[in-house]
């Protein structure tokens, strides 16, 4: 089945930067469209950006001109390079894959932007 494993997440300072790296196993990457998501304490898991099979891309508001979203179809990863970071990033963030009705979730890796 598949499996995602995020990694990347750690303490930052407002300003700073990150990349979160999702791995994905046991199905065909490349068919999947990709998606991460942040969750706050309190708060709804929300979309954050998104990159189909083809390499379209699409943004949450709040991270536009800040994070990017990016695939590499032969190390079966998306990436999600964050830039500019703000104490309101702080969050868990999901990696999430989804081919038709079908949507698997990474465990999350928590991102703190604090100083």
């Known amino acids: 089945q598949v499996q995602l494993v995020e990694s990347g997440g750690g303490l930052v300072q407002p300003g700073g930067s990150l990349r979160l790296s999702c791995a994905f196993s046991?199905?065909?990457?490349?068919?999947?469209?990709m998606g991460w998501f942040r969750q706050a304490p309190g708060n709804q898991r929300d979309l954050v950006a998104h990159?189909?099979?083809?390499?379209?891309?699409n943004y949450a508001d709040s991270v536009k001109g800040r994070f990017t979203i990016s695939r590499d179809n032969v190390k079966n990863t998306v990436y999600l390079q964050m830039n500019s970071l703000k104490s309101e990033d702080t969050a868990v963030y999901y990696c999430?894959?989804?081919?038709?009705?079908?949507?698997?979730w990474g465990q999350g890796t928590q991102v703190t932007v604090s100083s």
């Open positions: 990159i189909t099979t083809g390499g379209t891309t």
């Open positions: 046991g199905s065909i990457f490349g068919t999947y469209e």
């Open positions: 999430r894959a989804q081919r038709g009705i079908f949507y698997a």
